[in-house]
């Protein structure tokens, strides 16, 4: 896995200048900020009035926090599934390609092409716990030897101990996003 970032006030500064944190400012909101993580750039959600200089040590620790639990970059997504080929399908599951994306509709997390190997994870997991990215992945590794939803595929993507609990976990993520979309 890679090796995580410790920010600075300074660097906060200097990837704000960079365009690698994007402020995201809105009338709407009023006291809280938030911090994201869109592919490769950071989006502060503050409100309009807000200051990032005067709050700069509370956004560096904000950063450092996300930083501590993100395994988001394309490196840590290619030891993942390295990881979970070898600790549930014995290595033989290997994927051609395992990448991020921005498409995946919202009702999808992940997609297969079992024809080319090609993986899909969608952006939207890139905040979720690990153990929730690694049943997805499991569960798409699973596609790369059968395709359709079927019983035997079940018995194969559900190796991951966890698979129901992320189910479950995944059910609500999707709700809350619905909610936030105001749909």
Request: aromatic letters at 6%.
């Amino acid at each position: 896995m890679a090796i995580r970032q410790r920010w600075t006030e300074e660097d906060v500064l200097r990837a704000i200048a960079r365009g690698e944190i994007r402020v995201r400012r809105s009338a709407r909101r009023k006291k809280t900020i938030s911090v994201s993580k869109e592919v490769d750039t950071f989006v502060l959600s503050t409100p309009a009035r807000y200051s990032v200089e005067n709050n700069i040590r509370s956004l560096t620790q904000l950063l450092n926090r996300l930083a501590a639990r993100d395994h988001s970059s394309a490196s840590d997504l290619v030891g993942l599934a390295d990881e979970m080929s070898q600790r549930y399908f014995g290595g033989r599951l290997r994927p051609q390609s395992i990448r991020w994306v921005t498409n995946q509709n919202v009702s999808r997390w992940a997609s297969t092409t079992t024809s080319t190997g090609d993986i899909r994870i969608s952006h939207r997991l890139q905040s979720v716990p690990r153990w929730v990215l690694e049943t997805v992945v499991v569960h798409e590794l699973a596609h790369l030897q059968i395709g359709p939803h079927s019983a035997e595929f079940h018995a194969l993507a559900d190796r991951h101990p966890r698979q129901s609990e992320a189910k479950l976990y995944l059910d609500g993520f999707s709700a809350g996003e619905h909610f936030s979309r105001g749909s």
